[in-house]
């Protein structure tokens, strides 16, 4: 049933743009913010990267695109996908001093509550990577990617927020619309036209 769904999502003329967020790993699992640390798969998440291969299984893509952070690159090695770019524009946000919290932490510090996607950056000594950097990140992404729509698929592998930032914007909304397209880890959706008009196809699959 997966593989069916997959292949309705891919039809159209021209390509479409597959993104998938890597499997589950300790920090994604509890919740804190996972940017620039460096973490391993869980066996949970070798287990989902791997059932990823069966909706993938068999479907050209002309180019796949992979965070050099681990956790990317073995969730595409374990989904069967033949990497062809490793880019550093698809790493995840860098949120600086907040860098291994929950945002249940963060709220009970500030006294208030607290959103990535509402407060745009890190405060403090430490602030980290705003949400306007993050969607010019991505905008170079998409734009190396629509050069290759003409002759099929591709495949952007990465992580929850940048991937939620990067759908946003090839909808040709502002970054903070990221909020609305939870990305679970080893789910992943596609990016589509429809009459021409970027569109959001397929959201949340596994």
Same mark, same amino acid.
């Given at each position: 049933?997966?593989?069916?769904?997959?292949?309705? /999502?891919?039809?159209?003329?021209?390509?479409?743009?597959?993104?998938?967020? &890597?499997? %589950? @790993?300790?920090?994604?699992?509890?919740? %804190? #913010? *996972?940017?620039? *640390?460096?973490?391993?798969?869980?066996?949970?998440?070798?287990?989902?990267?791997?059932?990823?291969?069966?909706?993938?299984?068999? &479907?050209?893509?002309?180019?796949?695109?992979?965070?050099?952070?681990?956790?990317?690159?073995?969730?595409?090695?374990?989904?069967?996908?033949?990497?062809?770019? *490793? !880019?550093?524009?698809?790493?995840?946000?860098?949120? +600086?001093?907040?860098?291994?919290?929950?945002?249940?932490?963060?709220?009970?510090?500030?006294?208030?509550?607290?959103?990535?996607?509402?407060?745009? @950056?890190?405060?403090?000594?430490?602030? +980290?990577?705003?949400? =306007? /950097?993050?969607?010019?990140?991505?905008?170079?992404?998409? !734009?190396?990617?629509?050069?290759?729509?003409?002759?099929? !698929?591709?495949?952007?592998? =990465? #992580? +929850? &927020?940048?991937?939620?930032?990067?759908?946003?914007?090839?909808?040709?909304?502002?970054?903070?619309?990221?909020?609305?397209?939870?990305?679970?880890?080893?789910?992943?959706?596609?990016?589509? &036209?429809?009459?021409?008009?970027?569109?959001?196809?397929?959201?949340?699959?596994?």
């Amino acid at each position: 049933m997966p593989l069916c769904l997959f292949d309705v /999502a891919m039809g159209g003329d021209r390509g479409q743009i597959v993104v998938l967020r &890597h499997g %589950q @790993t300790e920090w994604s699992l509890s919740g %804190q #913010h *996972t940017g620039v *640390t460096d973490l391993p798969l869980l066996p949970e998440g070798e287990e989902q990267a791997r059932a990823l291969a069966a909706a993938l299984a068999g &479907h050209r893509f002309v180019e796949v695109r992979v965070s050099p952070r681990q956790r990317a690159v073995r969730t595409a090695e374990l989904a069967g996908l033949r990497v062809t770019a *490793t !880019d550093e524009d698809l790493v995840e946000l860098d949120y +600086g001093g907040y860098e291994g919290r929950t945002t249940a932490e963060i709220s009970e510090e500030l006294g208030r509550e607290w959103s990535i996607w509402r407060d745009g @950056t890190v405060p403090g000594p430490t602030p +980290g990577e705003t949400l =306007a /950097a993050a969607g010019g990140r991505v905008d170079r992404v998409l !734009d190396r990617v629509r050069e290759r729509l003409d002759d099929g !698929d591709v495949a952007l592998v =990465a #992580h +929850g &927020h940048v991937l939620r930032v990067l759908t946003a914007r090839w909808l040709g909304l502002e970054p903070e619309a990221g909020r609305l397209f939870a990305l679970p880890a080893g789910s992943f959706g596609v990016l589509g &036209h429809e009459h021409g008009r970027p569109v959001l196809t397929r959201w949340g699959l596994t």
